[in-house]
């Protein structure tokens, strides 16, 4: 009797993930990156660091949320091993961090750019209300750019 036991995996088929799962895990993915990015930089330039911490902390902020918008149901194809449910960060290639503060200003103003573009991009295939919150993600990563570029003089003074 003991073997016939499938535990709960006999009563049905698990749910499958919401299509949102996969814009989330995207955009998780991108700014982790970005955080990265920030990472590299500041561990690189000191000059930079001061005014480069707070716009780390808001990408920390937008990675916060959206991980607790990810909701995968356990044993669905899209839920993470248990192992690996803490994504490894993904860093900069080694040398693809410029060492000057202009270059490195202008490297994060173009991975910022780009991020918001990729966000904006991703609207259409989100509910509502995804949507709403990856616009402003979108909106500060734009405004990120300006505030760099504030840096990026403020370092060379």
Do not use: N
């Not at 911490?53 to 902020?61: D, F, I, K, V």
């Not at 000057?100 to 904006?120: D, I, K, M």
């Amino acid at each position: 009797a003991v073997a016939g036991c499938k535990g709960v995996g006999a009563l049905a088929t698990p749910p499958s993930p919401a299509p949102e799962v996969a814009v989330l895990r995207a955009a998780i993915a991108a700014e982790e990156l970005m955080i990265a990015r920030y990472d590299a930089v500041i561990t690189r330039s000191a000059r930079l660091a001061a005014a480069l911490r707070p716009l780390r902390a808001e990408h920390r902020a937008h990675l916060a949320t959206l991980r607790s918008r990810l909701i995968v149901p356990p044993g669905s194809a899209a839920a993470p091993a248990p192992s690996t449910s803490l994504p490894a960060r993904r860093s900069p290639a080694p040398g693809s961090v410029p060492a000057g503060a202009g270059p490195a200003v202008s490297f994060l103003q173009a991975a910022e750019q780009a991020a918001a573009t990729a966000l904006l991009r991703q609207l259409a295939t989100a509910s509502p209300s995804l949507a709403q919150l990856m616009a402003s993600i979108a909106a500060s990563e734009a405004t990120h750019v300006a505030a760099l570029a504030a840096a990026g003089g403020a370092a060379r003074a």
